[in-house]
């Protein structure tokens, strides 16, 4: 019955319905649901760990409720978000209700598409990566799929890793270096997949080429449906969900540093590369995306088997109120920096 808890992973679909149903300040009901409610929730509640014995995590790991929890999503999602635009597009809204749905549809993308395509991207099974690149369509981000696995996973904590954050780097200047980096590195591993296979750039291998038809036809269809006005609101929601994403991204690697070794390659990814929380409500939301330095440490993992390292640096606080709290970088920086585990042995090349 304690695995139930993962239902709490659709609070942010149903604070998001509430969005689009709604009038007035409830068309807010997902960001005050994200970043008042939950940073509350997590204060009061306490956190807590439980160990699992070889024979309980290979039965969690086969147990396909936790799949179907993930699987889910998708039509929530698409269905959530295909009324969304409706009601963005129909012309009765106020300007302030029309920004509250906006934010409360970029918040489902970043948690429950972006998120959820995350995990299942770390998957063997090929349809199991078939959703997760539809799941980052409307996020207008496919390219993360091969970033995320052949670029980031590799070179995390180091300078080559654009979705590493630098110590004292403010999350606005990140914004713009790791979306940009990412997409230009995204191409270089293209490239690379496509050289090692002996493949041209036309070649239907070229996973890049059918990210950018595949967006373009999804921003073409809200053009055929609402007009200039549905591609508007899809692109900005979309922009809002990655940003969130690279938000998440600048809190949990903030600052770490992998060392560099005598033979020009980097040490091994260790649990203390990834800034870990084991705050109990952002964990369920987010479906353990929180136990990162774990997640870093063995990417192939289910999220339902996934540990609190207690080794690993901790966030003060869950992923909304660090999300908050790196939006006013003086702030970010005097709570943070002193937390950053020094290591006199290798260059803080990250400053």
Not at 33 to 53: G, K, Q, R, T
Not at 234 to 254: D, K, M, P, R
Request: proline residues 4%; hydrophobic residues 45%.
């Amino acid at each position: 019955m304690s695995d139930l808890k993962y239902l709490f992973a659709y609070s942010i679909p149903l604070a998001t319905l509430l969005s689009v149903f709604s009038s007035g300040m409830l068309t807010y009901s997902a960001p005050i649901y994200a970043f008042i409610v939950i940073p509350l929730l997590e204060l009061l509640l306490n956190d807590f760990d439980i160990s699992y014995s070889d024979a309980k995590k290979e039965k969690r790991v086969n147990n396909i409720f936790f799949d179907l929890l993930l699987y889910f999503n998708i039509p929530f999602v698409f269905g959530i978000l295909c009324y969304g635009f409706y009601i963005l597009n129909s012309g009765v809204l106020l300007n302030y209700e029309t920004i509250g749905i906006i934010l409360s549809l970029g918040i489902l993308l970043a948690t429950n598409a972006i998120n959820v395509a995350h995990e299942l991207g770390h998957r063997t099974s090929q349809s199991e990566r078939i959703l997760s690149k539809l799941l980052l369509l409307p996020c207008l981000y496919m390219h993360f799929y091969l970033e995320h696995n052949f670029g980031h996973h590799k070179n995390v904590a180091t300078p080559e890793d654009p979705a590493t954050s630098r110590l004292n780097q403010s999350v606005y200047h990140f914004w713009v270096t790791s979306v940009f980096n990412q997409y230009l590195n995204a191409w270089r591993i293209q490239n690379r997949l496509l050289k090692k296979e002996n493949k041209g750039f036309l070649s239907f291998k070229n996973d890049m080429m059918w990210y950018t038809l595949f967006q373009t036809a999804y921003l073409a269809i809200w053009v055929i449906t609402f007009g200039t006005t549905g591609l508007f609101f899809a692109i900005i929601v979309g922009i809002l969900s990655f940003v969130f994403l690279e938000t998440i991204n600048y809190i949990e690697h903030y600052g770490l540093v992998r060392k560099k070794l005598p033979s020009g390659r980097y040490e091994r990814v260790q649990t203390h590369h990834s800034w870990n929380s084991n705050h109990i409500i952002g964990r369920i939301v987010l479906y353990e995306l929180t136990r990162h330095s774990d997640h870093h440490f063995k990417a192939s993992k289910k999220y339902q088997i996934l540990e609190n390292k207690k080794e690993s640096p901790q966030l003060p606080f869950g992923y909304p109120t660090s999300i908050l709290l790196s939006l006013v970088p003086p702030l970010w920086f005097l709570i943070m920096n002193s937390r950053i585990p020094e290591d006199k042995s290798n260059p803080i090349f990250l400053k």
